[in-house]
């Protein structure tokens, strides 16, 4: 075979080639045409009007999964925390029906401020950086078993970083970035994340219910449940729980003297 034939033989594979690869793209390009599922437009509207932050707050994978779910009729149309209210109104228009009320954003924050210097350790952990593991062992290395246990479990499972460490090493929450999706509260295992309004004054930064003097040996800026907030400020809705002071946040009176004097100075400014 000479050099003419070898290169025709060449040139004819080629041929070969280029027009499978045209007919298989045609056929590629029909099958995704007429073969294509088509969305549902009102999935399309719903996803889109979803903060597409995929926390699973309302219980499903994502957002694209809340909206076909939606968009059926079989769910609530007011899932979505981290959407809010102005999400709220976009998916009842688009499903032609009333927005129900959700009334005030509610946050999460952390109810303890006990760290080193504070608080009292019964033991020195290095095990994983994980709040879940060192709870595993006696309930955490904190002698107060209500409290912060530091290891930033919650900040992994945030989806928008509204959680991170203060100057001095205190997990807090950023109630401005927060979108109220419940994570941190889920991974919690103290259950010191707990809500609280947008709008709330004040905190009790402590979540023992351990009687006062347990709680003083324990940690010197945990709540005693004294009282002296209720007396001082008996309009400002602290109300003493399991020998701890929580706060009704539907009475708008004065709470600045129940902070002020509060003995272990536990109540924080939000």
């Known amino acids: 075979m000479d050099l003419l034939q070898e290169l025709l033989l060449i040139l004819y594979a080629l041929i070969g080639v280029a027009g499978l690869g045209i007919l298989f793209g045609i056929g590629l390009s029909l099958a995704s045409r007429f073969l294509a599922v088509q969305k549902n437009e009102k999935v399309e509207l719903i996803e889109k009007a979803l903060p597409q932050v995929n926390c699973g707050a309302c219980g ?32 009842a228009h688009i499903m032609s029906v009333d927005a129900p009320e959700i009334g005030e954003k509610k946050v999460t924050q952390v109810h303890c401020k006990g760290g080193r210097g504070t608080a009292e350790y019964s033991f020195e952990y290095s095990g994983v950086k994980d709040c879940n593991a060192l709870f595993l062992i006696g309930g955490g290395n904190k002698v107060c078993k209500y409290g912060c246990l530091g290891l930033g479990s919650c900040i992994k499972v945030c989806p928008v970083d509204a959680i991170s460490y203060d100057d001095i090493g205190l997990v807090v929450v950023d109630k401005d970035v927060c979108i109220s999706c419940g994570k941190c509260i889920d991974v919690c ?15 009790v930064a402590c979540n023992s219910n351990d009687k006062g003097p347990v709680t003083k040996r324990a940690c010197k800026v945990g709540c005693i449940g004294c009282k002296i907030c209720e007396k001082k400020s008996p309009e400002g809705g602290y109300v003493i729980t399991d020998f701890l002071s929580v706060i009704d946040y ?21």
């Open 189 to 203: 295992p103290t259950k010191v994340m707990r809500w609280i309004p947008y709008s709330a004054d004040y905190i």
């Open 250 to 270: 539907s009475q708008t009176g004065d709470r600045n003297e129940g902070a002020e004097k509060c003995p272990p100075k536990c109540i924080i400014k939000n």
């Open 60 to 91: 499903f994978a994502g957002c694209a999964a809340y909206a076909e779910a939606v968009a059926s009729g079989n769910v609530e149309i007011n899932l979505c925390t981290p959407g809010g209210a102005e999400t709220l109104k976009a998916i």
